[in-house]
């Protein structure tokens, strides 16, 4: 039997673009339960951080901010250029990949500084949350990060529609992710 | 514009065709062996809580002596934890969630919409491997050296913490809970996007079969809420191995105590929705069937769609009627109530047209309609008993007591097994191209049907007298010694009821090979799925069918072609 291309009705968003819209929503949902879980033990509390705990340094997560800021920049400079300017992009692409690493690598800092001043995990929940909410934001900065590899092959592939698809999804989650890291850093660090 | 969908070729050898399928109706039917297998296991389960509320203290007949060498054949406390906690985490998410949305979703969405294949085949195959890996993670806790996970299927703090339940088990299954929602994710990612983008040329969303409404509706939820329950669990796995401090409190918690009841929260702002994630697909497709089977236009069947997306809608807002006994402030619990009650609105119109679509049809009494009337009979009792749980006043009386779990057993494992059982009598012969027997079939209905209401009837009798979910043995509290009998009428009951299944495994597995060749429409029903031989092509659909009325188009007097109902492919006529 000819295999048909299918016929989509009633819709002019494709398919690949709603079903990212969705896995958003699912990740947002995510994202908003830590947070959820950070306001309630947060309130709990009669202040923040609680009795007998300092507040973190700002040092690292300042330089995560500025890393995972510039990288969505880059990442949004690439979007822009790489259909026209393959140099160009190139340069952009590899600085927010190593962006993103240097991120991951401040991040590990920022745990190592917090275990040493007695802000490890066990305690209590001041540094249990700090700590476990940025692993999961750092866990999935690291499926960023093998996105954006996957996106290496942009030169022969510009014109491509699926690898279209990839960079526009793949840059909607970075971006996704650096607007969490900058809400993680006003809500924990800031304030 | 078209979109170069599915290019995968027909398969050719076994692993292809069966293992790594990208067929939605080979992965349908993956999900549907995985749901009866785990249906089984949790099954056996029940089947030993009983016995031990029963006979408390006495051998478990038969397997007894090889199941529990060290006490002589009796279930020991720890054993029974373990059992009723890996029993609802079975049904649930390993047996209803597989057969109801996995299997149903799968097989049925393409085909009843008139697509050739789910919009990303690969992403499906994965979700069903994934499901796959969670399982074993799940069996596999259960040989860790302090056994599987014993804190109830919702997995409370402390119960769930290293304080309460030590070892592997809780960590294995918050893993696989992990997992399986992962798993599921992708599903729901796959389902919306298969109904909003491939609906066959014609057919709006009103002309979709309620069935599709219903695991529609299902996915969306699942999308939306699964990612909640995902992080509850990461949290208690961090806090389990990682040594985090988010739901330890008092003294287990050194400094900056945690929150148990956070965990509550998180679980149920997802749990409730769950509820609907499992009974949705069930009543979409007795939505259907009722109509099918009673040769009449679904009564009202837009207002049905309709009611169960404001169901969709109110069950997100509603969370709270689950925590009543948490010391919640009186102005939240009485806001929970208020809510809670609304959606009876919108079932009781559900209901309504349920009952709507049975007045006057000419009924043929073909199993699938006895199970969907089934359906209607268990889900009235099921939903009238959550009104005394959604009240304060009486959920403080009945709450944690066996009440709640007739309660929830009525909504979620009656209804939705009889209404998995209606799917699968219904596809059986699309699925298979074999008929099921009638005769077993309607065996099975109703020793079924007797079985689970003198289950579940008993269990909220008890409950009312008192008796506490989750206790190894009641009855050495004085005032619960006189529930033996009744105890032991339930256990009979489900011994009952599970001897009950096996004229339906031998249906199944006889009718797999030696059922009598099944017409391409034993049911004469007008859905886009019909118009195919049984079973379907490769690709379903020789020609993409264009949709000219609606689903339940049937007993219109003006027909001429000799049949009292039309394919969703005619023209209405006038």
């Known amino acids: ?191 | 514009m078209t979109y170069a969908h599915g290019k995968h070729a027909a398969p050719t050898t076994f692993l292809s065709k069966y293992v790594f399928s990208y067929d939605h109706k080979v992965i349908g039917k993956q999900f549907l062996w995985y749901g009866i297998f785990f249906l089984g296991v949790g099954g056996m389960m029940a089947l030993l809580i009983r016995w031990t509320l029963a006979f408390p203290g006495e051998a478990f007949p038969v397997l007894g002596n090889l199941l529990f060498p060290h006490t002589n054949g009796i279930v020991p406390p720890d054993t029974y934890s373990m059992l009723f906690t890996l029993h609802g985490t079975i049904m649930i998410f390993f047996a209803i969630t597989p057969i109801l949305i996995g299997a149903f979703g799968n097989y049925c969405i393409p085909l009843m919409i008139g697509a050739r294949d789910m919009a990303f085949p690969l992403f499906n195959m994965l979700s069903f491997h994934i499901a796959v890996i969670s399982g074993a993670l799940l069996l596999g806790s259960l040989f860790t050296p302090m056994g599987g996970a014993a804190g109830g299927w919702t997995s409370y703090p402390t119960l769930s913490t290293l304080v309460g339940s030590p070892g592997a088990g809780q960590t294995l299954w918050c893993l696989s809970i992990f997992v399986l929602g992962v798993s599921s994710t992708m599903g729901a990612v796959n389902y919306i996007t298969t109904v909003i983008c491939f609906r066959a040329p014609g057919m709006g969303y009103f002309d979709m079969p309620l069935t599709i409404w219903g695991l529609w509706l299902t996915a969306i939820l699942n999308a939306i809420f699964l990612p909640v329950l995902g992080a509850g669990v990461i949290l208690l796995t961090f806090d389990r191995v990682f040594g985090t401090t988010f739901f330890l409190a008092g003294a287990a918690a050194t400094s900056g105590s945690g929150d148990p009841i956070l965990f509550q929260h998180v679980f149920w702002i997802f749990g409730h929705p769950e509820v609907y994630i499992l009974i949705l697909p069930a009543w979409g497709m007795v939505s259907d069937f009722l109509s099918f089977f009673a040769r009449k236009p679904a009564f009202g069947a837009k207002a049905t769609a309709l009611s169960m997306t404001t169901i969709t809608i109110l069950s997100t807002l509603v969370y709270g009627h689950h925590m009543f006994t948490t010391q919640m402030s009186p102005l939240l619990t009485q806001t929970f109530m208020t809510l809670t009650m609304t959606i009876s609105i919108p079932s009781a119109i559900l209901f309504a047209n349920w009952l709507g679509t049975l007045y006057k049809g000419s009924i043929r009494f073909d199993s699938p309609m006895l199970f969907s009337m089934g359906v209607v009979f268990v889900f009235g009792l099921g939903g009238l008993t959550g009104l005394y749980l959604g009240t304060v006043s009486t959920d403080l009386y009945l709450h944690d007591t066996y009440f709640v779990v007739g309660h929830f057993h009525y909504t979620m494992a009656a209804s939705v097994l009889l209404g998995g059982y209606a799917g699968t009598y219904f596809w059986f012969p699309k699925m298979f191209g074999r008929m099921m027997d009638e005769t077993l079939a309607k065996i099975h209905f109703w020793i079924t049907m007797i079985g689970l209401n003198g289950v579940f009837m008993g269990m909220m009798v008890v409950g009312f007298a008192g008796m506490h979910r989750r206790l190894y043995n009641p009855f050495v509290y004085e005032f619960l010694e006189k529930l033996i009998p009744i105890n032991k009428f339930i256990t009979y009951s489900a011994l009952l009821m599970g001897v009950g299944q096996l004229p339906f495994v031998w249906n199944f597995v006889y009718s797999l090979y030696k059922g009598k060749k099944a017409p391409a429409n034993p049911w004469e029903v007008g859905t886009l799925e019909w118009t195919i031989p049984s079973p379907p092509i490769h690709y379903n659909f020789e020609e993409i069918p264009t949709v000219r009325c609606g689903p339940h188009e049937f007993g219109n007097p003006k027909l001429t072609n000799g049949r009292d109902f039309q394919y969703q492919t005619e023209e209405l006529v006038e």
Do not use: C
């Not at chain 1, 822009?80 to 393959?86: C, Q, R, T």
């Not at chain 1, 745990?111 to 940025?134: C, K, P, R, Y």
């Open chain 1, 1 to 191: 039997m000819a295999i048909k291309s299918m016929n989509i009705n009633q819709t002019m968003k494709h398919p690949k673009e709603i079903a990212f819209t969705i896995l958003m929503v699912s990740w947002v949902m995510l994202f908003a339960a830590l947070f959820l879980a950070y306001a309630l033990l947060r309130f709990k509390e009669a202040q923040w951080p609680p009795m007998g705990f300092e507040v973190v340094s700002l040092k690292w997560p300042i330089v995560s901010t500025i890393f995972v800021g510039l990288s969505s920049y880059t990442l949004f400079l690439f979007s822009k250029n790489f259909k026209s300017n393959v140099k160009k992009a190139k340069k952009y692409l590899y600085s927010t990949i190593f962006l993103g690493i240097g991120f991951l690598v401040s991040q590990k800092l920022l745990w190592n500084e917090m275990n040493a001043t007695g802000l490890d995990v066990g305690s209590g929940t001041f540094a249990s949350i700090i700590q476990a909410f940025s692993w999961v934001h750092a866990a999935h900065i690291v499926m960023g990060i093998i996105g954006l590899t996957w996106l290496l092959s942009f030169a022969t592939k510009s014109d491509d529609l699926d690898f279209n698809f990839r960079v526009k999804h793949v840059s909607k989650f970075w971006h996704f992710l650096d607007i969490v890291w900058i809400l993680m850093f006003v809500t924990m660090f800031l304030i």
